[in-house]
């Protein structure tokens, strides 16, 4: 079962422009993670929120979280057509012994 | 250093035959995963090793998966026999903890004829 939803499904912007994925997810976590997928390729570890802070930046990734509304957001800023590919959110339940469960993704195209 | 080597890249075989998986995760990561991935979908976790133990494999299709880990390192994930809802991608990751961060594979592409 897939405990994190990401929205939207897909996001189509301009290069330059900022782009917003939002992760909801159901149950407390230790932490939480943004991964990005290129087509055909391996996931790729962007960023990591512990479940004590409610915000987070790295370059042009800011995270948020929101724990009260079970909730994530991921803002890429002046977005480049290289960050076209998919972003998944995964969460670390606190339940002892679950390991990293992920979302369904946001499949996001930069055109130039 | 090398990240997580995953072979082979693609596999196409016929249902009901066998397939094997190989990944060598980074070294010192303790923390090994298998998941699989259909496509437009995220990575569903299949089994969760710490050194040789299997400590979350309650998604794995016991019937026809197998999965080892023989020293801690390097691990093997074998479907016998496969099925046509087996085509997927299967996705190794390495960790330091099974909290932190996870270094994925390339993936291994299965197609089920």
């Known amino acids: 079962s897939q405990q994190g939803e990401e929205d939207p499904q897909a996001l189509s912007i301009q290069e330059g422009e900022n782009a917003t994925m939002n992760c909801s997810y159901k149950t407390s976590i230790n932490n939480l993670q943004w991964y990005r997928q290129n087509s055909g390729r391996g996931l790729v570890h962007l960023i990591l929120i512990r479940s004590n802070e409610r915000e987070k930046h790295s370059g042009r990734l800011r995270v948020t979280l929101d724990t009260s509304k079970k909730s994530s957001s991921l803002l890429i800023t002046a977005s480049r057509a290289a960050d076209t590919a998919s972003y998944f959110c995964?969460?670390?339940?606190?339940?002892?012994?679950?390991?990293?469960?992920f979302g369904k993704g946001t499949t996001l195209s930069v055109s130039s | 250093e090398a990240g997580v080597v995953q072979s082979p890249r693609y596999k196409i075989i016929e249902k009901k035959q066998p397939v094997a998986f190989w990944c060598n995760p980074i070294?010192?990561?303790?923390?090994l995963y298998w998941y699989r991935q259909n496509l437009g979908q995220g990575p569903e976790l299949l089994i969760r090793?710490?050194?040789?133990?299997?400590?979350?494999d309650s998604q794995l299709p016991k019937d026809r998966f197998s999965a080892e880990r023989l020293k801690g390192v390097d691990s093997t994930l074998k479907i016998q026999p496969a099925e046509l809802g087996d085509s997927a991608v299967y996705l190794c990751a390495s960790s330091a903890q099974y909290t932190g961060e996870l270094f994925f594979g390339e993936g291994s592409r299965l197609t089920v004829l």
């Open positions: 995964a969460t670390v339940v606190n339940q002892a012994g679950t390991a990293l469960i």
């Open positions: 070294s010192g990561h303790n923390t």
């Open positions: 090793y710490e050194n040789e133990e299997a400590v979350d």
